[in-house]
């Protein structure tokens, strides 16, 4: 049974349906595990997640009003951090919008270079808030929201451009469940990609549901990705989808073959989907 057929019982209709989804099929399975620099290695359950999830979108309500209509520009690498980031925006009803990054076709994903940045934006959630794109954002009255990527990184630390707000150190603190004051309307905007065309709320689960279809996805799918913001349908959303988890690899550019094979069982994955393509 193919993992879209396996989805017939239960179609969630939007993201905040399908986290719910995932906590009330069993709280404690893992469904994102992460690796990153230095052998870091983060695995959250549903309930870890979801509160996760939670914390943030509280603050993105609480600090920028977020709600249907707001944009906020996620500027993150493959972290487990940037997979919570997306699902709150969208938990909000917000729509992410994403910065034209150009990356080369042979360098690893780390290898940023920007292009032209998006405007009108209420917040810029980025890894490097003092950068050309993250100022820009800032000049035109966005938020600065810095986020720390060492694994369990409690505060940005050195480093926090004056007006920016730290991220790991104000969601802490935040309220563990989020009922959105405003739920979004299907077609409110969900996912504004350089190049693309904008995703809406209605979209997400259906595109999900589509490349979980292409990808072969069975109920249960343990997908092996690097995937960044840009591919957070196929490399993340899919898999949620049908069922399944995420193991999400900061670079497996770094990986050779046989360090990609040992991850696989270690890891008991049945897709792979990486630079954008299913392997």
């Known amino acids: 049974m193919s993992g879209t057929a396996g989805q017939a019982a239960h179609r969630p209709a939007d993201v905040p349906d399908l986290l719910r989804a995932m906590l009330l099929s069993d709280p404690t399975r893992p469904r994102l595990t992460w690796y990153g620099p230095g052998d870091e290695r983060?695995?959250?359950s549903a309930k870890v997640l979801d509160n996760w999830v939670a914390k943030t979108a509280n603050l993105l309500v609480e600090e920028v009003d977020a709600g249907p209509g707001s944009r906020i520009g996620i500027d993150l690498p493959a972290h487990w951090r940037a997979a919570v980031w997306l699902l709150a925006?969208?938990?909000t009803g917000a729509c992410v919008v994403l910065p034209d990054i150009r990356e080369p076709e042979d360098p690893p994903p780390g290898d940023r270079t920007e292009g032209e940045d998006p405007t009108g934006l209420d917040a810029w959630v980025s890894?490097?808030?003092?950068s050309p794109a993250a100022r820009s954002a800032a000049a035109d009255g966005a938020l600065l929201l810095a986020v720390a990527l060492p694994a369990l990184a409690t505060s940005f630390g050195p480093g926090l451009p004056g007006g920016a707000l730290d991220a790991a150190a104000e969601g802490r603190g935040r309220g563990d469940i989020f009922l959105p004051p405003v739920r979004a309307v299907p077609s409110d905007p969900a996912l504004v990609r350089p190049g693309r065309d904008t995703l809406t709320h209605a979209d997400l689960m259906p595109a999900a549901a589509a490349a979980a279809g292409r990808m072969g996805l069975e109920p249960g799918a343990r997908v092996l990705t690097d995937a960044p913001a840009y591919h957070a349908v196929s490399g993340l959303?899919?898999?949620w989808w049908s069922g399944g988890s995420v193991v999400l690899h900061h670079d497996t550019f770094q990986l050779d073959a046989d360090q990609r094979a040992r991850l696989i069982e270690a890891e008991r994955v049945t897709?792979?989907?990486v630079r954008g393509q299913l392997l």
């Open 127 to 130: 890894d490097r808030p003092d």
């Open 237 to 239: 959303l899919a898999a």
């Open 89 to 91: 925006t969208w938990s």
């Open 271 to 273: 897709a792979t989907f």
């Open 42 to 44: 983060v695995e959250l």
